[in-house]
Every structure is written in structure tokens, then in C-alpha cells.
């Protein structure tokens, strides 16, 4: 097997019963079975028979997290979860655990809990960041932000993948989950800066033909950084209710107005305010505030972005 010599592996082991081996050797000898069966059902049942016959085995933190992938697959996200169980945040500090905790998130995400996948991402920063796993940890906080409706946090996290790692192999994905990210946000505008750089800089990837399909157009001079922070908007309503925000969200996005946001506050009972605009300037904000003032008989107040 370690030379590479699999099918005279499979030869030898097919004369093996680990049941009639001692303990350890029986143990080792069905664990390599499941590793190298040659089609996907097999290696499945091998997996499981090793971790029934085998449950405290020095392999079985390996057979579970293989099954679970399996499982996840397969498109078993709850059977996959059970499995991963065993992988448990603050106390995982090799690689095999740091996978294990990723794959237990996106599990808990595939069965529609985002929420709780959120949450679970969060407790595993210890294990996770900083590691060799960091980059798919990353990216998986940001898938579960996003489902969870929390695209704030998912360009946070999208924005360390791309300050550590800008052409790493999650680099094109992230770019354009930053993108979708600042579109859920309301933020149209730098969405589309955004979906343009993944074409520009990585013209080959699958993000960059979705990209283009959304019409997208790469030329022009290359463009550098991230409209991700900094400028100015304008908020032109806070109200109690978010019905009433969104109203008003919708009815600007009709008259015209791009990059519309609806913020929840932090206080107890949470204030939703209605900003619009993206601009580098004080000075452009105002344009726009006193368009609105004048058009809609808006007031307003300029704030930073």
C-alpha cells in the first residue's frame, strides 16, 4: 500500500479475517480493507463494520470522519452529523480534527440549521484559525453567514480568505461570495466592482463565467481593492418596525436609487434604518440627499459606510 501497489494490496487482504487475527493487527487489517475498497459501497460498509467491531480503535476518528464525508455526499446530512459528533470544538489540534470540525458545520448547514452552523463555526475559531485549515474554515463561516441571512459576517470572514490567501485555491470562490455578499447587502454598485475583479483575475475559474453571466465585462484597466469598507451613504429613515424600513427600501430601489440597505441596530429593541448610496465622498453623498429632498421631500443625514 505505501508503495503505491493497491491492487496487490487488495489481493493479500482478501485472504485476511481480522476476526482471526490478535486484537491490534485485526483491527489495522480491517481499517486498511476500508481504505482501499474499490468501489464507493464497499468502503462504506467496510467503514461502518470497522466502527461497530472497533469502537475505541486507534483509527476510528479517521473511519468516521471518511464515512461522514460519504454520508454528506450522499446527501445524508444528519447521519453525516451523528458521525461527526465525536469532533468536539476547543479540543481538536491536529489536522484530522481540525477537518472533522469543518465537516460537522457544514453537515449541521446542508441540513438546513445555518443558524446553528454559525454558531458552531464561531466556538471552532480556536482550533481553525490560524491552522492549515484555516482558508475552507473561512469559507465555510461564510457560507453559513450568508444562509443564516447574515451577509455582514460572511464578507468579514470572505475578507480574511482574501487578505491571507489572494490566489489560494478558495480565492476565486470567495471573491465572488464577497460579491454576492455586498448585492444581498444592497450594496449593488461594489457588487458589481466586485463580480468584475473575479473576472479580471481569474478569468479561467467557474466564478468568472458566472460572473459574466450576469453580465459582467472584464475590460478595462485591472482593478485594485476591495470596495468593501470606508465612504459615505445616506440614511433617510430609521423606524421600529422593519416592514416599515423595507417599504421604504423597496419604493427607493423603484425611483431608482442604488446601493439601498436596511440595517438592524443593536439595541434592545432594534431600530431599522434605511441608507442608500456609495460614494467616496461627503460631498457626492450630499448630491444625493438633496436630489431625494428635493425630488421625494426626504430629509437626511449622511453617514459613514
Same mark, same amino acid.
Given at each position: *500500500?505505501?508503495?503505491?501497489?493497491?491492487?496487490?494490496? @487488495?489481493?493479500?487482504?482478501?485472504?485476511?479475517?481480522?476476526?482471526?487475527?490478535?486484537?491490534?493487527?485485526?483491527? +489495522? &487489517? $480491517?481499517?486498511l480493507s476500508a481504505s482501499i475498497a474499490e468501489d464507493a459501497g464497499t468502503v462504506d460498509r467496510l467503514l461502518d463494520e470497522y466502527l461497530n467491531n472497533y469502537p475505541r480503535g486507534p483509527h476510528r476518528r479517521a473511519a468516521a470522519l471518511a464515512l461522514a464525508k460519504s454520508q454528506y455526499a450522499q446527501g445524508d446530512y444528519r447521519e453525516a452529523e451523528n458521525l461527526l459528533s465525536i469532533f468536539s470544538p476547543g479540543v481538536e489540534r491536529d489536522p484530522l480534527g481540525r477537518d472533522g470540525l469543518i465537516w460537522r458545520g457544514l453537515s449541521q448547514l446542508g441540513r438546513g440549521d445555518a443558524a446553528g452552523a454559525l454558531q458552531h463555526f464561531k466556538s471552532a475559531k480556536q482550533d481553525l484559525d490560524g491552522s492549515s485549515e484555516e482558508e475552507p474554515y473561512y469559507f465555510a463561516v461564510a457560507e453559513a453567514a450568508l444562509r443564516a441571512s447574515r451577509p455582514r459576517e460572511a464578507v468579514e470572514a470572505l475578507k480574511?480568505?482574501?487578505?491571507?490567501?489572494?490566489?489560494?485555491? #478558495?480565492?476565486?470562490? +470567495?471573491? #465572488?461570495? *464577497?460579491?454576492?455578499?455586498?448585492?444581498? *447587502?444592497?450594496?449593488g454598485a461594489d457588487a458589481a466592482a466586485v463580480f468584475r475583479q473575479v +473576472?479580471?483575475?481569474?478569468?479561467?475559474?467557474?466564478? $468568472?463565467?458566472?460572473?459574466?453571466?450576469?453580465?459582467?465585462?472584464?475590460?478595462?484597466?485591472p482593478m485594485l481593492g476591495l470596495p468593501i469598507g470606508g465612504g459615505y451613504a445616506i440614511q433617510v429613515g430609521a423606524f421600529a418596525r422593519r416592514e416599515l424600513a423595507e417599504a421604504l427600501g423597496k419604493d427607493l430601489r423603484l425611483a431608482g436609487v442604488g446601493d439601498v440597505a436596511v440595517l438592524e441596530g443593536r439595541e434592545a429593541t432594534p431600530i431599522y434604518r434605511v @441608507?442608500?448610496? &456609495?460614494? &467616496?465622498?461627503?460631498?457626492? &453623498?450630499?448630491?444625493?440627499?438633496?436630489?431625494? =429632498?428635493?425630488? =421625494?421631500?426626504?430629509? #437626511?443625514?449622511?453617514?459613514?459606510r
Open positions: *500500500m505505501d508503495r503505491g501497489r493497491v491492487e496487490e494490496a @487488495r489481493a493479500l487482504l482478501k485472504g485476511v479475517d481480522p476476526a482471526l487475527l490478535p486484537r491490534a493487527l485485526g483491527e +489495522a &487489517a $480491517a481499517f480574511v480568505i482574501l487578505a491571507r490567501y489572494p490566489r489560494g485555491d #478558495y480565492a476565486p470562490q +470567495a471573491l #465572488y461570495a *464577497m460579491g454576492i455578499s455586498l448585492e444581498t *447587502m444592497g450594496r +473576472a479580471q483575475r481569474f478569468p479561467d475559474s467557474y466564478e $468568472a463565467t458566472r460572473a459574466r453571466d450576469r453580465g459582467i465585462r472584464s475590460a478595462g484597466p @441608507r442608500a448610496g &456609495a460614494y &467616496a465622498t461627503r460631498d457626492e &453623498a450630499r448630491a444625493l440627499g438633496e436630489r431625494l =429632498r428635493r425630488e =421625494r421631500g426626504f430629509s #437626511y443625514t449622511i453617514v459613514p
